[in-house]
């Protein structure tokens, strides 16, 4: 039941939100602070969705342009890298965790999932602060999980087995990175953040998956797209 799912998908929210309270987490991975994210050179393998205009403005209004008005020091996505991943295919660190052959085999894991795979919905709600960033969370359903699931059995099927930490791997959510910190937050930024907590954004469905090589923020010049995939 899509219900029964949704429940698993924010009970998960809760308990990882609770994990980030602690001063050591480790269920997942974490990409480190960094002085200059948009011209980072470290690429790895992803597959993900850009956010529509509508879902894009509604974020920028209700939570980056009040939070970048207190604390502009961050990096914030910009409504052209606001994106949520779908499945990772190799982490972004040096050196580098796959070659040509990789990118090709991870397209050929692709291109069997999804070739007959239908759209569905994202509700984008909630927000969560990690050691190093600020992200918005996505709920799906069933389907979202299936595809999934899918492509980690085909990409360690072609040999190119997701490499990424994940909290559980059972049950998914959606991690859309808002911002990422340079420097430790102020008071301010943080009760800012605690006023927002609750935000909604509202429902988008997802269209077209793009596989491509990016880096952290995937900036616009950092990528190189693999393959794109219409959803029915």
């Given at each position: 039941m899509i219900n029964d799912y949704l429940n698993k998908q924010k009970l998960l929210v809760q308990e990882l939100k609770k994990e980030l309270t602690g001063d050591k987490y480790n269920k997942s991975t974490i990409v480190e602070m960094m002085d200059d994210y948009e011209n980072d050179k470290v690429v790895g393998i992803t597959s993900l969705v850009f956010l529509p205009e509508k879902i894009v403005q509604k974020?920028?209004?209700n939570i980056i342009t009040p939070l970048k008005q207190i604390e502009p020091g961050h990096y914030y996505f910009s409504k052209d890298t606001l994106h949520t991943t779908i499945k990772n295919v190799k982490t972004i660190s040096p050196p580098s965790q796959?070659?040509?052959?990789?990118?090709?085999?991870?397209?050929?894991?692709?291109?069997?999932?999804?070739k007959n795979k239908?759209?569905?919905?994202?509700?984008?709600?909630?927000?969560t602060v990690f050691p190093t960033s600020l992200s918005i969370m996505g709920y799906s359903s069933k389907e979202?999980?299936?595809?999934?699931?899918?492509?980690?059995?085909?990409?360690?099927?072609?040999g190119v087995p997701d490499n990424k930490k994940y909290i559980r791997d059972d049950v998914f959510f959606h991690n859309i990175s808002l911002c990422r910190f340079q420097k430790p937050l102020s008071e301010k930024f943080i009760k800012k953040v605690k006023e927002l907590e609750d935000v909604k954004i509202g429902t988008m469905e997802v269209k077209k998956i793009v596989l491509l090589e990016c880096n952290?923020?995937?900036a616009q010049k950092s990528r190189k797209i693999i393959a794109e995939y219409i959803l029915k």
């Open positions: 974020i920028e209004e796959y070659n040509l052959d990789d990118i090709n085999n991870a397209k050929i894991a692709f291109d069997k999932v999804l239908k759209s569905f919905i994202i509700d984008i709600a909630g927000l979202f999980h299936n595809i999934v699931v899918e492509l980690d059995t085909a990409l360690k099927e072609v952290v923020v995937c």
